[in-house]
């Protein structure tokens, strides 16, 4: 007995007709609106709000407020190795740059304590950042480092870079790191930082790093906009 042949929505038909007419416009160009992509494909405006919505979670369009919607720059692809931000966005042709929202001393929480194997109350140094990608936030950073690590604010303000800075300054070098990736989706805290819709798609990825003695050294946690970002990890398999 054969099986019902399943009928394709209208919504995802037409999110690839969208797609299509999209796929050679330049990043910023503006689409119809939902009133004219509605007359034009002789569908209903709640079909192509639909259509519009997931292309955007996609990263495919942009939304902002007060100027529509458009068709979304490239993403940024976060390579699964021991690089830092800046150097991952270079690789890509893209412009990276720092807001440092603080760096200051913290107590290390029962979390962070097993994480960097130190007695809970151990004071670490902390550093939170918005991470742009050409000028766009992309991500929330919190990073938690062992160690004393003076004057930490001005050498990374002189560098921008957090790696390098522990590398030049510190004789510090991060050797090898775990990162975990989970999904989450966005609360108001995210959406004042990242300048993005309530219950928009997350990445939230966690990065232990460790020195050349095994040492765990950083705790960071990164939140990512999922529109904006692409995970890639390269592995390889033993040789037969």
């Known amino acids: 007995?054969?099986?019902?042949?399943?009928?394709?929505?209208?919504?995802?038909?037409?999110?690839?007709?969208?797609?299509?007419?999209?796929?050679?416009?330049?990043?910023?160009?503006l689409i119809p609106t939902e009133r004219a992509l509605a007359e034009q494909y002789a569908t209903s405006r709640t079909t192509v709000r639909q259509a519009i919505?997931?292309?955007?979670?996609?990263?495919?369009?942009g939304r902002a407020q007060g100027r529509g919607t458009f068709v979304a720059p490239?993403?940024?692809?976060?390579?699964?190795?021991l690089t830092s931000f800046s150097d991952d966005a270079a690789a890509q042709g893209l412009a990276s740059s720092s807001r440092v929202l603080g760096v200051s001393r913290t107590a290390a929480d029962d979390d962070a304590a097993a994480r960097l194997r130190v007695p809970t109350g151990t004071e670490l140094a902390r550093v939170e950042r918005i991470r742009f990608i050409n000028g766009e936030p992309l991500?929330?950073?919190?990073?938690?480092?062992?160690g004393p690590l003076p004057d930490l604010a001005e050498r990374l303000d002189r560098t921008g870079s957090l790696y390098t800075a522990l590398r030049e300054d510190y004789g510090i070098e991060?050797?090898?790191?775990?990162?975990?990736?989970?999904?989450?989706?966005?609360?108001?805290?995210?959406?004042?930082?990242?300048?993005?819709?309530?219950g928009a798609p997350l990445?939230?990825?966690?990065?232990?790093?460790?020195?050349?003695?095994?040492?765990?050294?950083?705790?960071?946690?990164?939140?990512?906009?999922?529109?904006?970002?692409r995970f890639l990890a390269r592995m390889r398999g033993p040789r037969s």
């Open 174 to 198: 991060i050797v090898e790191a775990e990162d975990t990736v989970e999904t989450q989706l966005a609360g108001p805290d995210d959406v004042r930082l990242l300048d993005i819709e309530m």
């Open 139 to 146: 991500a929330h950073e919190i990073a938690l480092l062992t």
């Open 53 to 61: 919505g997931e292309l955007v979670a996609e990263g495919v369009l």
């Open 1 to 29: 007995m054969s099986a019902e042949p399943r009928t394709v929505p209208k919504y995802y038909l037409l999110k690839e007709q969208i797609r299509a007419l999209v796929r050679d416009a330049a990043p910023g160009t």
């Open 203 to 229: 990445l939230l990825i966690h990065r232990l790093g460790f020195t050349a003695d095994g040492s765990p050294m950083e705790w960071t946690r990164s939140v990512f906009r999922g529109d904006r970002f």
């Open 74 to 81: 490239p993403r940024f692809t976060y390579v699964r190795q």
